[in-house]
């Protein structure tokens, strides 16, 4: 490579950086070029030579936080152990990029504010179905708690990551990371909120209450059940503070 190769993939590499600072902040219609060319350091013939429209320098942004996300799903689904971890190690991993990765972050925005560019959860649903499908198939999945329904909670809990680093972007200064907060949030929902003794009550606020007969039916339909002795535990690449004890307790 040329020493003028290698200025203009610098300069390349610092316009998308700034513009994803932008973008991010201000959104793609409150960016204006100059203001990507201050930050950059560089002209507006440099920005326009390497991306003749705002339009495609927003697409070389979002490649980039997309290339990001592929490369943490390959990650996590190259690890060993079982299928139902690996979703929750996702979401702790994506939990993260949006926090970390401007690139990222900027990538979700900007698919919601230029429609038909792609969505961010279309890069990543595919591989939590497949995932779930097959926790579904080993029996990890709770009777009553389908991929589908997992499946939905994994977009619910993203999404509102999503939205509370972008509403509070101090908040994870005064209660720690969103990944630490979201790691709270899986406990929970791997142990559930409801006691035994609230069966009754559950079922008077209208939900559905799955007792012994229910998983003995459940079985005879399709729906497998995981013995306790079957409870693995695998690393996910994140510190696990006592997920995979409420992870395995809630498979039995």
């Known amino acids: 490579m040329t020493k003028q190769q290698g200025r203009a993939v610098r300069t390349r590499a610092a316009l998308v950086q700034a513009a994803a600072a932008h973008f991010d902040r201000e959104g793609y219609e409150g960016?204006?070029?100059?203001?990507?060319?201050?930050?950059?350091?560089?002209?507006?013939?440099?920005?326009?030579f390497h991306f003749p429209t705002k339009g495609?320098?927003?697409?070389?942004?979002?490649?980039?936080?997309?290339?990001?996300?592929?490369?943490?799903?390959?990650?996590?689904?190259?690890l060993p152990g079982p299928a139902l971890r690996k979703v929750v190690g996702l979401t702790l991993e994506l939990?993260?990029?949006?926090?970390?990765?401007?690139?990222?972050?900027c990538a979700v925005r900007l698919a919601r504010e230029r429609p038909g560019t792609g969505?961010?959860?279309?890069?990543?649903r595919p591989v939590v179905k497949q995932l779930l499908d097959q926790a579904h198939s080993n029996g990890q999945?709770?009777?009553?708690?389908?991929?589908?329904?997992?499946?939905?909670?994994?977009?619910?809990?993203?999404?509102?990551?999503?939205?509370?680093l972008r509403g509070r972007p101090d908040a994870g200064a005064a209660a720690g990371t969103t990944v630490a907060q979201l790691k709270s949030v899986w406990r929970l929902a791997l142990a559930g909120v409801c006691v035994t003794a609230e069966a009754g009550a559950a079922e008077e606020a209208g939900w559905p209450r799955t007792d012994p007969e229910e998983a003995g039916a459940a079985e005879e339909t399709g729906w497998p059940r995981t013995d306790p002795v079957d409870r693995p535990t695998v690393q996910t690449g994140h510190d696990d503070d006592?997920?995979?004890?409420?992870?395995?307790?809630?498979?039995s």
């Open 31 to 48: 960016t204006s070029l100059s203001k990507v060319c201050g930050t950059a350091g560089t002209s507006l013939g440099a920005l326009t």
């Open 56 to 78: 495609a320098l927003a697409d070389a942004v979002m490649a980039e936080g997309r290339a990001l996300t592929q490369a943490a799903l390959l990650r996590i689904s190259a």
């Open 95 to 105: 939990t993260r990029l949006l926090e970390e990765e401007t690139a990222v972050r």
């Open 119 to 124: 969505g961010w959860s279309d890069i990543w």
């Open 141 to 164: 999945l709770r009777y009553g708690a389908g991929p589908a329904e997992v499946a939905m909670l994994v977009e619910y809990l993203t999404a509102g990551a999503e939205a509370f």
């Open 242 to 251: 006592g997920l995979s004890e409420h992870w395995a307790a809630s498979c």
